[in-house]
Nanobody, 123 residues
Framework: QVQLVESGGGLVQAGGSLRLSCATSGRTFSMYTMGWFRQAPGKEREFVAAITWSGGSTYYTDSVKGRFTISRDNAKNTVYLQMNSLKPEDTAVYYC????????????????WGRGTQVTVSS
């Protein structure tokens, strides 16, 4: 099991940037695929991005391609989500998640979750 703690959320104007971090515990962080998901009020949790254990491959939902970048530092047991050119529709609670195996866009395939960090983008 991996414990996950997100940070870096906040209020930003449209067009601005934020960098989310997800610190993890456990000695096996480098074995996990990591993902970022988000959930807006009244909506289902949706996939944002994922990264393989090595960091060699990344995946994004179409709406964030070219604006968001997922990365990881296995020495620091941390995964990041750099968010640029933010839009009001990016407003949501952002969660990081961990799973063994290949990256997945399906939330229920992830085993461990953080509590989330709020991102609010004003127009």
């Amino acid at each position: 099991q991996v414990q996950l703690v997100e940070s870096g959320g906040g209020l930003v104007q449209a067009g601005g940037s934020l960098r989310l971090s997800c610190a993890t515990s456990g000695r096996t962080f480098s074995m996990y695929t990591m993902g970022w998901f988000r959930q807006a009020p009244g909506k289902e949790r949706e996939f944002v991005a994922a990264i393989t254990w090595s960091g060699g491959s990344t995946y994004y939902t179409d709406s964030v391609k070219g604006r968001f970048t997922i990365s990881r530092d296995n020495a620091k047991n941390t995964v990041y989500l750099q968010m640029n050119s933010l839009k009001p529709e990016d407003t949501a609670v952002y969660y990081c998640a961990a799973r063994r195996g290949v990256p997945s866009a399906t939330a229920k395939t992830y085993d461990d979750w953080g509590r989330g960090t709020q991102v609010t983008v004003s127009s």
